[in-house]
């Protein structure tokens, strides 16, 4: 038997089981299949409203919208920008289940220029897939609860983030968990679409750091001022040695100086110049044990260009972070990370937990929260690129997962309970 599949315990198999005989849940499975056309269609709205990391005010209003619509109550906009509401369980719990999508992309606005579909019905347009198709799924799971009458135990969340890509550093989730969401619910677990291909998930946190590192000098003409000590060299020299750092390959630890810039003319010497750097590892303590090292070598790249001058304190170094995501771990063996398995067999689709991970997920583990970032369903291509496309056969599945996921997590009231994650 495949390994994914006896990785799922009775208690969790029994649920899922138990959940897919209920006929208002195999009702809420048909209509999200059926009702796919009207998915896509939000899904393309959507699209075409531009949202760079920072500017997702009107596809937050638009989706606002759309989530009353669909029967979402006290739905509210926050101060963080992020969107959500709630559908009230019957246990009166004051507990619930997230299920998020992020707003934002990774594009500027005037890269959206219209969508197009070809031929074998792929939609192409900058920002279908990532994360808009989340977006539009979440909404139908949502309609296909409250057509079908499904009320859960727990209560149920349904939100669009901001932030999540880029620069943005998933200051939207951190937000929604840290500022939004504490003084109206206790939330038991967190699910967020994200990611391309049918039955993959993620269950553990890649952390990820980025640096903006500043090397500054007296500078001079390189004829009259020789002597002096290089800002470009310093940088040169820090660029060196954290290209010839030795990384563990597992956990998977990874770096590289990704934008280098300074001088100020062909003919001097250097008085300014910079470099940032982007680590990440799925060991939270390797990475915590990384970045002391890189501002080390931060510093020894100036340390010895004012050695080699005999110049000392010439060339001054300074740093920051200006990405910081933590990195995060949950058993094999944890309810989450069975539930997640047991969603996909039940879907249809054979599940594929994938190492690592860096998605919305990464806020809610390293808060000691239950989540699992589960796939947007389908076949995508040129994510994060103006070539970016999505074919939307078959997608519903990605729908019939977290609907699944999100029933077994929170339970349906007077049918089934809710699965107790801290086994």
């Not at 315990?9 to 209509?31: N, Q, Y």
């Not at 956990?251 to 100086?257: A, D, I, Q, R």
């Not at 060339?315 to 309810?335: F, H, N, T, W, Y």
């Not at 594929?352 to 796939?375: D, E, F, M, Q």
Request: glycine letters at 10%; one cysteine or more; charged letters at 25%.
């Amino acid at each position: 038997m495949n390994e994914e599949k006896t990785a799922v315990g009775p208690e969790v198999a029994r649920a899922f089981e138990a959940l897919k005989t209920l006929p208002a849940v195999k009702e809420a499975l048909r209509l999200v299949r059926e009702r796919l056309p009207e998915t896509i269609e939000v899904q393309k709205e959507l699209a075409l409203i531009e949202a760079p990391s920072r500017h997702e005010q009107k596809k937050a209003a638009r989706y606002a919208e759309l989530l009353r619509g669909a029967g979402l109550e006290e739905v509210e906009t926050a101060p963080s920008g992020n969107v959500f509401g709630f559908v009230r369980g019957g246990g009166r719990t004051g507990s619930s289940v997230l299920l998020e999508g992020h707003l934002d992309t990774v594009f500027s606005f005037g890269d959206v220029k219209g969508l197009f579909v070809d031929a074998e019905g792929r939609i192409h347009c900058p920002g279908i897939c990532d994360d808009t198709r989340a977006l539009a799924a979440n909404l139908a799971v949502l309609k296909a609860l409250r057509a079908c009458g499904i009320r859960p135990h727990h209560d149920l969340v349904f939100a669009g983030t901001v932030c999540e890509e880029g620069l943005g550093a998933m200051d939207g989730m951190k937000r929604l968990l840290g500022e939004d969401l504490p003084a109206r619910t206790k939330l038991l677990a967190s699910i967020s679409i994200d990611g391309g291909s049918r039955g993959t998930f993620y269950a553990n946190a890649t952390g990820m750091v980025d640096w903006q590192v500043d090397y500054e000098g007296p500078g001079g003409h390189v004829w009259t001022a020789w002597g002096e000590p290089s800002a470009v060299h310093a940088a040169a020299r820090a660029a060196a040695k954290l290209a010839d750092l030795e990384l563990p390959a597992e956990p998977k630890t990874v770096l590289s100086v990704t934008l280098i810039e300074g001088g100020q003319a062909i003919h001097g010497i250097a008085s300014r110049a910079s470099f940032k750097v982007n680590a990440r590892s799925n060991s939270a303590t390797v990475l915590e044990r990384l970045n002391q090292r890189m501002q080390e070598l931060f510093q020894a790249g100036a340390d010895e260009e004012n050695a080699r001058w005999e110049t000392p304190g010439r060339i001054r170094m300074s740093c920051r972070k200006i990405l910081d995501i933590p990195a995060g771990s949950q058993p094999e063996s944890s309810r989450i990370v069975q539930a997640a398995r047991a969603a996909s067999l039940a879907a249809g689709v054979q599940p594929r937990l994938l190492p690592g991970g860096c998605t919305n997920g990464n806020i809610a583990i390293a808060r000691g929260i239950p989540a699992v970032t589960l796939s947007r369903g389908g076949e995508e291509f040129g994510t994060h690129t103006l070539a970016e496309w999505f074919d939307p056969r078959g997608v519903w599945v990605c729908e019939q997962r977290s609907l699944l996921l999100l029933l077994a997590l929170a339970g349906v009231e007077g049918e089934l309970a809710p699965l107790d994650l801290r086994v």
